[in-house]
């Protein structure tokens, strides 16, 4: 791992394997600064978890950084002023992110979700993958002007979470929304009524079989009975046979 930081015009580096969190992690905390023309990073730590963290460094001065994909614990998600200016896409995968993580330091501010608070306040976020184990809180919170241009959003995989919330004015552009594998989750956001650029929703059913109940009814349970037709409710099966619901062309 040695010399890398010489790479000065790198703008695609992926790395993969445990050595990322191990015997690289401090090569990798001193280089990857260093390398400004970055345009796509891709960090993949295969260790189960409890695991040595991803390295945690500052991408502030990475202007052409527009994509990052991390998967591996993270010791806390970076502060806003440390992720790139531009970035556009972000895949979180395997974090373990929670509050108390977050709080560890004395002197940040007490916000009730700094996860959410900072990630929301990303400028240029437009695609946002929050993937496997990558948030263990219970709750998700959208405030008012979160992700002012997120147009995707991939929900897969978080276990614990029980309560989403969207506040009117959150999320003002999202077009496509991916839900799978939140056992817990059994209602969606009532604030996603008011974010009418919303097009498609992916509901896989066979991880989200009490969401996916309440989605189907047609009895008034959810905000999605109120506007959407049943017509607009679409049952595909993809390649390995596991069906999904998809609900286009939301009617406001």
Not at 105 to 125: G, R, S
Not at 160 to 185: F, I, M, N
Not at 199 to 218: A, I, M, S
Request: glycine residues 6%.
């Amino acid at each position: 791992m040695g010399g890398l930081d010489k790479l000065m015009d790198l703008r695609q580096l992926s790395i993969e394997g445990s050595e990322v969190s191990t015997i690289y992690k401090e090569a990798l905390a001193n280089s990857l600064p260093k390398l400004y023309s970055l345009q796509s990073l891709s960090l993949e730590g295969f260790l189960p978890t409890p695991a040595p963290s991803l390295p945690l460094v500052s991408f502030s001065q990475h202007i052409h950084l527009y994509r990052l994909y991390l998967s591996g614990q993270l010791e806390k998600l970076p502060n806003l002023v440390d992720f790139p200016p531009n970035l556009t896409k972000l895949s979180l995968h395997f974090s373990g992110l929670t509050i108390g993580r977050q709080q560890e330091d004395k002197d940040e501010p007490q916000a009730q979700n700094q996860i959410m608070a900072t990630l929301e306040q990303l400028p240029n976020l437009r695609v946002l993958f929050l993937g496997e184990r990558s948030y263990k809180e219970k709750e998700m919170i959208f405030t008012e002007g979160g992700f002012p241009k997120l147009q995707e959003l991939f929900i897969d995989g978080l276990e614990h979470l029980e309560e989403w919330r969207v506040e009117k004015g959150a999320t003002p552009y999202l077009q496509s929304l991916y839900l799978d594998s939140c056992d817990r989750l059994k209602m969606l956001p009532d604030g996603l009524r008011h974010v009418t650029t919303l097009q498609k929703f992916y509901l896989y059913r066979r991880d989200n079989p009490g969401l996916k109940d309440t989605v189907e009814k047609d009895r008034g349970e959810d905000w999605r009975s109120a506007i959407c037709k049943p017509s607009n409710m679409i049952l595909h099966h993809d390649s390995t046979g596991s069906s999904f619901l998809v609900v286009v062309g939301f009617l406001f």
